[in-house]
């Protein structure tokens, strides 16, 4: 049995957190410890679909939207195992995926955090699977090259394991000992940036994050986040926080004109 908690935060995407479930008890044979789903107040009967068809899976059930870190903390609060994956439920776990993820972190001991390469359904790479920190300096060469030349700064179907600032919460694992050092989530964030807070804070602690390419997993992307049409200002709300509690006042001020152009760009990062 893998010591491994997989924590899934939904929001009304019932079918989709079907496919999900049905992916990670099944990649898995040899069982997992723990499959725990908090449903932030899915009215698309995504919570009694569980209930029903998963009760081996822990359902914490919240009755409203409490947003992606304050739900993957409440999951990882109800963990126990040595190591803890975030997963959204738009994602489908291959057969022997968690357990190589899991071996790899086992080789790896100053690695703190990491996430395998995420693929659409058609095999190819899912952008905005890890990136640098959101610097004025980094968010205007992207915008430069979104803009200009009208192509990422990243690669995300690259074949290279390789250290980053950040890898994306949509399928993140970490260990037990640098949730207990660092902390869980900043509920600060209701959603966008958590993920990127979280990495950096575990950097300064002195963990490595690593983008694995060597696993993939399917991720739809943008399930729940296309039924809310607040995103993009939640998305700059949150760019906001994050400037406010890692790079103070002058950076802040700086940021505001830059918004106006970063505005026009894809809620990326």
Not at 173 to 193: A, H, I, K, P
Not at 224 to 247: D, G, T
Request: a neutral charge.
């Amino acid at each position: 049995m893998l010591d491994l908690a997989i924590v899934v935060v939904s929001w009304n995407t019932a079918a989709l957190l079907r496919t999900c479930l049905q992916s990670v008890l099944a990649s898995c044979p040899e069982g997992l410890r723990q499959v725990i789903v908090v449903d932030n107040g899915s009215t698309d009967g995504s919570g009694e679909m569980v209930a029903i068809e998963y009760p081996t899976v822990t359902l914490i059930r919240n009755s409203q939207n409490a947003g992606f870190a304050r739900a993957s903390n409440q999951g990882m609060a109800a963990s126990h195992s040595r190591y803890v994956m975030l997963l959204n439920s738009d994602t489908r776990i291959p057969s022997g995926a968690l357990g190589r993820l899991v071996a790899f972190m086992e080789e790896h001991i100053e690695v703190g955090a990491c996430s395998p390469r995420l693929v659409r359904e058609d095999g190819s790479a899912q952008p905005f699977a890890f990136g640098q920190d959101p610097t004025l300096g980094y968010l205007l060469r992207r915008a430069f090259s979104s803009i200009v030349w009208r192509r990422p700064l990243h690669d995300w179907g690259t074949d290279l394991t390789q250290t980053v600032d950040w890898v994306t919460g949509a399928c993140l694992l970490t260990r037990r000992e640098v949730v207990d050092s660092v902390g869980g989530l900043d509920e600060g964030f209701f959603m966008y940036f958590e993920d990127n807070d979280w990495c950096l804070r575990m950097r300064r602690a002195g963990w490595q994050v690593v983008f694995y390419p060597a696993v993939q997993v399917v991720h739809l992307g943008g399930q729940s986040l296309a039924q809310n049409p607040a995103a993009r200002a939640a998305y700059h709300r949150s760019l906001e926080y994050f400037y406010a509690k890692h790079y103070g006042t002058a950076a802040c001020l700086a940021l505001q004109p830059l918004l106006a152009l970063y505005r026009r760009l894809p809620v990326t990062r």
